[in-house]
């Protein structure tokens, strides 16, 4: 169960667009359409932005969104807002019937 | 609304045990599949545990197999985790959270605020 790998940082200006990737494998986020991602600002829980790859939760703005090719999957952010700077984790099911988080990735909005 | 809240975070030495709980309310709690995630201080979410929404089906990660144990009881509305054999790199906090997807795909919709384990001698 070896965590997914995602970029420790990535930063942007107010108004850019940011793409965060989570890279696994075929037994996880290359065998499944179960992927998920969390947006956790400090001291808080996490909250889920995208589930099943590309959907989004109700309330959560459509400047969010999520795709997949092949084994890795990806959070895009559009019109950078000063709020969406916070920690962002990807989640995948695995070929065990478990799930595995990637390691995190820390978003600075400049 | 939705509310989970977890409990029984505390300080315990290595090799002790501790049990956690979830009280959830604002939702049919046995409609849904339940997990527990963890963070320890400074560092990533890790996956713990699942259990179906009847309490059938469980499964753990690598890192706590044989010595947590997950459980539920619908009739309290209330989710478990049973820690044994604690290690101190077990110390995180620990949340609960809610799998709103009817197929279990691991979209956690609803998360409590965590209760923190602290293993130390």
């Known amino acids: 169960q070896s965590a997914l790998t995602q970029p420790a940082s990535v930063s942007g200006s107010p108004g850019q667009s940011i793409t965060i990737s989570c890279t696994g494998t075929s037994s996880d986020v290359g065998g499944y359409s179960y992927v998920s991602w969390y947006q956790q600002h400090p001291g808080k829980a996490p909250k889920l932005m995208i589930y099943d790859v590309n959907n989004r939760p109700s309330g959560v703005p459509d400047r969010f969104s999520g795709s997949k090719s092949g084994n890795t999957a990806s959070l895009t952010i559009s019109g950078l807002q000063t709020e969406d700077e916070a920690d962002y984790y990807c989640?995948?099911?695995?070929?065990?019937?478990?799930?595995?988080f990637g390691g995190g990735t820390k978003l600075t909005v400049l | 609304q939705v509310q989970l809240v977890e409990s029984g975070g505390n300080v315990v030495q290595p090799g002790r045990s501790l049990r956690l709980s979830c009280a959830a309310s604002g939702l049919t709690f046995n409609k849904y599949a339940m997990h527990w995630v963890r963070q320890a201080p400074g560092k990533g979410l890790e996956w713990v545990a699942v259990i179906s929404y009847d309490g059938s089906k469980k499964y753990y990660a690598d890192s706590v197999r044989g010595r947590f144990t997950i459980s539920r009881d619908n009739s309290k509305n209330t989710l478990y985790l049973q820690m044994n054999s604690l290690r101190a790199e077990d110390t995180a906090i620990f949340y609960c959270?809610?799998?709103?997807?009817?197929?279990?795909?691991?979209?956690?919709?609803?998360w409590g605020q965590g209760t923190l384990v602290t293993v130390s001698s």
């Open positions: 989640s995948s099911y695995t070929s065990s019937s478990t799930w595995v």
């Open positions: 959270a809610r799998d709103g997807s009817e197929v279990a795909s691991g979209s956690l919709d609803y």
